[in-house]
């Protein structure tokens, strides 16, 4: 029985012109008429009694009261509308202004500190502090803001290609425009994986199901339907309404815009909740250490303060030494340590394929030690040929193809690739008939029907999965015999669909019924005593660069499994095409069956998962995350959304559907495991460069504590004038800008980095006092070789005990900051300094720079605004030596720490 029939044209409504006053004073609000407001939905009783009135209307009431006709709105009216309305954004979504920027900035802890101290200093008269004090705020956040604003805007511009999209008719044409383009008024075209784009009244549906979960926490899907409301309590309550935030899991429909962007009620919820965000393992580790260093900070100088006030008596010196050592024992540079390292890795991420949603996703992509993925376009090329049609003998049928071909013909909902696959496998003239009705593809099915009328009769053309089709059918069909289909043939039935899945064939099934002309309407309580015909196989080769992804994603510890819908015979073959070694496969329906604890087991172990639902493979993903991995999970399709959410890095691609891309923070704009290797190696550089930092800043400071306390108290002038400690960790500051830039050991990114506090704390605790260490030996350096210590003579005029102390104090000015901006070299690799890993070119000429600023400025003019004077050429001798020790000692301690604790 060939079919041959004609696409149904497009049903419209008819406005109905005689709407109430209600009705028609909508109109004139979103006409924009004077002394009227513009339609929203803001928070309060007010806005909800709009949405509730408007799911109270006729679906032709509805687009007369927004001023719209069936066809759609023209291109000049949607024009004008977006002019009024504004985009389609969430307001706290949207780029911050330039001062606004530099007001957030200037919120953090770290620079609240330093400004605090500007002002102290500046009120008592200490003019040089203040103005360096403000000198390193504009460093840290100048230099964090200019850079991250240079980063974001290259990524946006490449982000704009991956900006959702929807469907609307305008100037009464299907037009995919951007969802910021979108507005009131819009008729939406909606179908399985599309997002709600904005507040919308549906006009007409078929099986329409959308999930409300980001709004709701209900997992469960809602169907929506055109039929006005009757006594709805809330505006989630409401069948007949879509709200953004959500999006459509099984079936069609159209909607018109009611309300877009801040006015919508996700706006509205999203506006309270801005100050709200959720804090990621990232913050959390860079607030954990943060709250350390001050509170480390708080304890040091109140100690420093007293001892100074106590020992020296006075106490206007001692507060202002107080406020200068809290400078330097503030990592007031992390902030823009921080966001270089990650706009610096979002920028280079960007140039290789992969754009980055939220910048500390970045740190998690390095962190990842499970990468969770589907093998459609993943290991294989997501070129999908149809192979064979045959029927359930395994004979090549053409009744099989053009029934394939006409289901995917006239489906509606979202084209796959198997669909293309057909359409492109077939030439057939379908002018010959028509589509009555349509009953779209859902995951809980596995399967899609079209009915298309055909000599007076309606028949239902069902294509899915061979065992979803095989539950709905009662008989079968060879050539033109029909037979009943019987459990005990079951066996011999799939024979021939094991043998195409063995090959690497994909297996969908076809099957059919005849309905009677006077039926209309169908649903899936239809697709049942189906006559199966036969079988269509479809074979996605395996990708050539899949198996060099495959070893170089193990060389850097990152587990691949696999969660597929597939079965089990076309994931083994193509598993063992690319050298993907099976260590445990599992069905869904096994997994389903298992103990929490069996499930745990398997979960781990296993690394192959078939004929997986969903709601499977999120429940795969939080277990391997509550066991402790951090899990990546790359999809693109419909079914991936939740998985995606749960993951601790969502991946989606540029070419899947509008749903993943929003619950993904990462987006490739190519689908390859080798893009993914890269990304995951560029977090992890990331993430090594910004522990550089902390662990030189951390070590630095808890060294400075013994000698700053030490000195403090022993000595009886200040070790160091306050405007010297600033001018040092203010040069020492602008060694470290190099850092972003720098190289990372390829040992170091070979497995996946996490945030360690606890590591962070130990190495402080061994590295530390080294420094401190070499800071007692200037000392006694000074005071002992180079007579300082006849200050005490109070024989001694008034000038040469002056000249004595800023002799001390010069040295140790000049061997405090050579020595820590040195220390860099050594603490930034695991190897031997210089010889066995060099720094970036960058990372060198700052460090270098600083080092000959600080040897220069005993001898140079500022030294002496400075307080300082000139060194003896001995003292460089002593100094050189002691740069020689310091650093093979602590390179000594640094690979005894790393032996017993680890790189982090």
Known sequence: MALLCPLLSDRHFRANQQGDRFVKAFRQQVAGQPGTSRIGLPSGSASEGKTLDFARMTPEQAMSALGVTPVGLTSEEAEERLERHGPNEL??????????????????????????????????????????????????????????????????????????????????????????????????????????????????????????SALTGESMPVEKTPAPALQPASPLELPNTCFLGSSVISGIARSVVVNTGSRTLFGAIAEKLAAQQEETAFDRGVRSFTWLMLRFMLVLVALVFLIVGLTKGNWIEALLFALSISVGLTPQMLPMILTVNLAKGALAMAKKKVIVKQLPAIQNFG?????????????????????????????????????????????????????????????????????VDELPFDFQRRRMSVVVEYEGDHVLICKGAVEEIYSCCSHYQIDEEIYPLMDIIRVDLFEEVEDLNRQGFRVLGIAYREFDRSRTTFTVDDERNLVLLGYIAFYDPPKETTREALELLRNASVQVKILTGDNGFVTEKVCEDVGLEITGMVRGSDLAAMSPEEFARTVEAANIFVKLTPAQK????????????????????????????????????????????????????????????????????????????????????????????????????????????????????????????????????????RWNVSGIKWFMVFIGPISSLFDYATFALMWFVFNCRAYLDTAASPETREGLMKLFQTGWFVESLLTQTLIVHVIRTRRFPFIGSRASAYLMFCTMAVMAVGAWLPYSPLGAALGMVPLPLAYWIWILAFLTAYAVLTHSVKIWFINRFGDH
């Open 367 to 435: 962190a990842i030690d499970i990468l969770c993925t589907d093998k459609t376009g993943t290991l294989t090329q997501d070129r999908v040929v149809l192979e064979r049609h045959v029927d359930i003998l395994g004979n090549e049928s053409e009744d099989v193809l053009n029934y394939a071909y006409l289901n995917s013909y006239f489906q509606t909902g979202l084209r796959s690739l198997i669909d293309r696959a057909i359409l492109d496998a077939a030439e057939l003239d379908p002018s010959g008939c028509r589509l």
């Open 618 to 753: 999120e429940e795969i993903i939080r277990q391997l995350r509550a066991a402790g991995h951090v899990v990546g999970y790359m999809g693109d399709g419909i079914n991936d959304a939740p998985a995606l959410k749960a993951a601790d890095v969502g991946i989606a691609v540029d070419s899947g559907v509008d749903v993943a891309k929003e619950s993904a923070d990462i987006i490739l704009l190519e689908k390859s495991l080798l893009v993914l290797e890269e990304g995951i190696l560029e977090g992890r550089r990331v993430f090594a460069n910004i522990i550089k930092y902390i662990r030189m800043g951390a070590s630095s400071n808890f060294g400075n504590m013994f000698s700053v306390v030490g000195a403090s108290y022993l000595l009886p002038f200040l070790p160091m004038q306050p405007a010297q400690i600033l001018a040092n960790n203010l040069l020492y500051d602008l060694s470290q800008t190099g850092i972003p830039t720098d190289n990372v050991d390829q040992e170091l990114i070979a497995r996946p980095l």
């Open 91 to 212: 307001s706290h979504l949207k780029r911050r202004g330039v001062v606004a920027d530099l007001l957030h900035r200037l919120r953090n802890p770290l620079v609240i500190q330093m400004l605090i101290i500007a002002l102290v200093s500046g009120l008592i008269g200490e003019v040089k502090a203040s103005v360096t004090v403000s000198a390193m705020i504009f460093l840290s956040v100048g230099l964090s803001f200019v850079l991250d604003r240079r980063s974001s805007h290259a990524v946006e511009s490449l982000g704009k290609r991956i900006q959702p999209r929807a469907y609307v008719l305008r100037d009464g044409k299907e037009t995919e425009v951007r969802i910021s383009e979108v507005v009131p008024g819009d008729i939406v075209l909606l179908q399985t994986g599309s997002v709600i784009p904005a507040d919308l009244r549906v006009i007409s549906a078929k099986d329409f199901f959308v999930s409300e």
